[in-house]
Protein backbone atom coordinates (compact mmCIF):
# COMPACT_ATOMS: atom_id res chain seq x y z
CA UNK A 1 0.00 0.00 0.00
CA UNK A 2 1.07 3.37 -1.15
CA UNK A 3 1.35 6.06 1.51
CA UNK A 4 1.80 9.61 0.55
CA UNK A 5 2.41 12.56 3.07
CA UNK A 6 2.76 16.67 2.10
CA UNK A 7 3.87 18.69 4.27
CA UNK A 8 5.10 22.83 3.51
CA UNK A 9 2.45 24.59 2.69
CA UNK A 10 1.21 27.80 4.42
CA UNK A 11 0.80 31.36 4.10
CA UNK A 12 3.42 33.62 1.97
CA UNK A 13 2.91 37.10 0.16
CA UNK A 14 2.74 37.50 -3.30
CA UNK A 15 6.56 37.06 -4.75
CA UNK A 16 7.60 35.05 -2.05
CA UNK A 17 8.49 31.49 -1.70
CA UNK A 18 7.53 27.51 -0.28
CA UNK A 19 8.98 24.31 -0.95
CA UNK A 20 6.32 21.21 -0.77
CA UNK A 21 7.59 18.11 0.20
CA UNK A 22 5.69 14.34 -0.21
CA UNK A 23 7.65 11.41 1.34
CA UNK A 24 5.89 8.46 -0.26
CA UNK A 25 6.16 5.08 1.75
CA UNK A 26 4.87 1.59 0.53
CA UNK A 27 6.54 -0.71 -2.09
CA UNK A 28 6.67 1.52 -5.37
CA UNK A 29 10.33 1.21 -5.16
CA UNK A 30 10.39 4.47 -7.60
CA UNK A 31 8.62 2.74 -10.91
CA UNK A 32 6.26 5.76 -11.06
CA UNK A 33 5.61 9.05 -12.41
CA UNK A 34 4.66 11.46 -9.96
CA UNK A 35 3.26 14.65 -9.73
CA UNK A 36 1.69 17.61 -7.68
CA UNK A 37 -1.93 18.52 -8.39
CA UNK A 38 -3.73 21.57 -6.66
CA UNK A 39 -7.33 22.30 -6.25
CA UNK A 40 -9.40 25.15 -5.16
CA UNK A 41 -13.16 24.71 -4.10
CA UNK A 42 -15.43 23.89 -6.04
CA UNK A 43 -13.03 23.04 -9.07
CA UNK A 44 -11.50 20.67 -11.03
CA UNK A 45 -8.28 19.30 -9.81
CA UNK A 46 -4.97 20.93 -12.19
CA UNK A 47 -2.27 19.37 -12.82
CA UNK A 48 1.11 21.76 -11.54
CA UNK A 49 3.96 19.66 -12.76
CA UNK A 50 4.60 15.57 -13.02
CA UNK A 51 8.21 14.27 -13.08
CA UNK A 52 8.98 11.14 -14.47
CA UNK A 53 10.69 8.02 -13.29
CA UNK A 54 13.89 9.33 -14.69
CA UNK A 55 13.70 12.77 -13.56
CA UNK A 56 12.24 14.24 -16.84
CA UNK A 57 9.93 16.83 -15.21
CA UNK A 58 6.62 18.66 -16.86
CA UNK A 59 5.34 21.52 -15.94
CA UNK A 60 1.78 23.25 -16.66
CA UNK A 61 2.24 27.10 -18.17
CA UNK A 62 0.93 29.03 -15.51
CA UNK A 63 4.17 27.78 -13.51
CA UNK A 64 6.97 27.42 -15.71
CA UNK A 65 9.83 29.30 -14.78
CA UNK A 66 8.13 29.73 -11.74
CA UNK A 67 7.90 26.40 -9.66
CA UNK A 68 10.97 23.10 -9.94
CA UNK A 69 9.87 20.11 -9.28
CA UNK A 70 12.48 17.31 -8.43
CA UNK A 71 12.41 13.69 -6.20
CA UNK A 72 15.14 12.73 -4.00
CA UNK A 73 15.02 8.55 -4.30
CA UNK A 74 17.30 8.55 -1.22
CA UNK A 75 14.89 9.88 0.76
CA UNK A 76 11.97 8.74 -1.33
CA UNK A 77 10.67 12.37 -1.40
CA UNK A 78 9.15 14.50 -4.07
CA UNK A 79 9.41 18.23 -4.06
CA UNK A 80 7.86 21.43 -5.37
CA UNK A 81 9.87 24.28 -5.18
CA UNK A 82 7.73 27.59 -5.59
CA UNK A 83 9.02 30.87 -6.20
CA UNK A 84 7.65 34.30 -7.54
CA UNK A 85 4.11 32.70 -5.77
CA UNK A 86 1.04 34.83 -6.75
CA UNK A 87 -2.16 35.05 -5.65
CA UNK A 88 -3.57 32.75 -8.28
CA UNK A 89 -1.40 29.86 -6.81
CA UNK A 90 -3.76 29.90 -3.86
CA UNK A 91 -4.87 26.22 -3.38
CA UNK A 92 -4.50 22.48 -1.80
CA UNK A 93 -2.00 20.84 -3.26
CA UNK A 94 -1.44 17.23 -3.67
CA UNK A 95 1.08 15.10 -4.16
CA UNK A 96 0.17 12.10 -6.60
CA UNK A 97 1.91 8.78 -8.01
CA UNK A 98 1.24 6.43 -10.83
CA UNK A 99 0.00 8.82 -13.61
CA UNK A 100 0.81 9.94 -16.99
CA UNK A 101 3.48 12.34 -17.71
CA UNK A 102 2.03 14.85 -19.72
CA UNK A 103 -0.70 16.96 -17.90
CA UNK A 104 -3.92 17.71 -19.99
CA UNK A 105 -7.53 18.29 -18.18
CA UNK A 106 -8.37 15.98 -16.30
CA UNK A 107 -5.16 13.90 -16.09
CA UNK A 108 -5.69 13.85 -12.55
CA UNK A 109 -8.51 10.84 -12.99
CA UNK A 110 -5.30 8.81 -14.09
CA UNK A 111 -3.25 8.97 -10.76
CA UNK A 112 -4.01 6.22 -8.80
CA UNK A 113 -2.25 7.62 -5.30
CA UNK A 114 -2.86 10.65 -3.64
CA UNK A 115 -1.63 12.15 -0.45
CA UNK A 116 -4.06 14.05 1.89
CA UNK A 117 -2.72 17.80 0.36
CA UNK A 118 -1.39 21.13 1.99
CA UNK A 119 -2.62 24.21 1.46
CA UNK A 120 -0.84 27.10 -0.05
CA UNK A 121 -2.35 30.68 0.36
CA UNK A 122 -0.63 33.73 -0.96
CA UNK A 123 -2.25 37.41 -0.13
CA UNK A 124 -1.49 40.19 -2.55
Known amino acids: QVRLVESGGGSVQAGGSLRLSCIAS????????MAWYRQLPGKEREGVAT???????TYADSVKGRFTISKDNTKNTLYLFMNDLRPDDTAMYYC??????????????????WGQGTQVNVAS
Open 51 to 57: ISVRGSP
Open 96 to 113: AEDGPRRIFVGSWREYVY
Open 26 to 33: GATGGTHN
